[in-house]
């Protein structure tokens, strides 16, 4: 029975990341996105470009750590996947085991 809950528990988890990923990958591509676009918009705005990134400096600095910590979040949550799929089958393993042994009994 606590197994029982404990592997409803980790599928929850498991859900939970994959939509998390899900959203993250969303979010990382959005900013790539919008970076192509302000690319092209100041292609011929060199001088509005230049002012703008030395004007917002601090800003894009604090923006650009943010791209970081969320690729960050986004290869962790990856990996907390990874390991979340192992253990539910490690403990189906074990679940079946036990439901085997009480049949037999």
């Known amino acids: 029975m606590m197994k029982s809950n404990f592997n409803q528990y980790l599928e929850k ?3 939970w990341a994959k939509e998390y990923a899900h ?4 979010y990382l591509e ?8 302000s690319k092209e918009f100041y ?3 060199i001088f509005i470009f230049l002012t703008l990134k030395i004007y917002f400096l601090p800003i ?11 690729r960050h979040n986004y ?18 393993s074990i679940l079946f085991l036990t439901d ?4 037999l009994d």
Do not use: A, D, M, V
């Open 13 to 15: 988890r498991l859900n």
């Open 23 to 26: 959203y993250l990958g969303f």
């Open 30 to 37: 959005n900013i790539e996105i919008n970076k192509k676009i």
């Open 43 to 45: 292609k011929n705005k």
């Open 60 to 70: 894009n600095i604090l923006e650009y750590f943010h791209k970081i910590k969320i």
């Open 75 to 92: 290869y962790k949550t990856l990996k907390e996947i990874e390991i979340l799929k192992i253990e539910l089958r490690k403990n189906n």
């Open 100 to 103: 085997t042994k009480k049949k």
